[in-house]
């Protein structure tokens, strides 16, 4: 018999190689404030503070849109064949 665990050692996994897995498949939507928008999308024009706002991040973290109105990011994942899942 033999032992797996000697044979196959353990695969690491960094937080890139975690990310990668849903690249293209995976999106999260995130609550954002306007104050933070920046920081996600270099891009954005200025916003006025304070904004609850909504983000669709891919599987690594990059930006895919910023809209006012969870069901518009929700809907815009799906239409783009992407899961979308909530991060808090």
Known sequence: MTNNAQT??????????????GEGHIA???PVRSD??????PQAPELS???DLFALLS??????MLADSRDVV?????A?????VSLH
């Open 49 to 51: 503070p304070g904004l």
């Open 74 to 78: 929700l809907a815009n994942a799906v």
């Open 28 to 30: 999260y939507v995130r």
């Open 59 to 64: 599987a690594s973290g990059a930006p895919i």
């Open 36 to 41: 933070e928008v920046k920081r996600l999308f």
């Open 80 to 84: 783009q064949d992407l899961y979308p």
């Open 8 to 21: 196959n050692p353990p695969v690491e996994f960094g937080p890139a190689d975690l990310a990668a897995l």
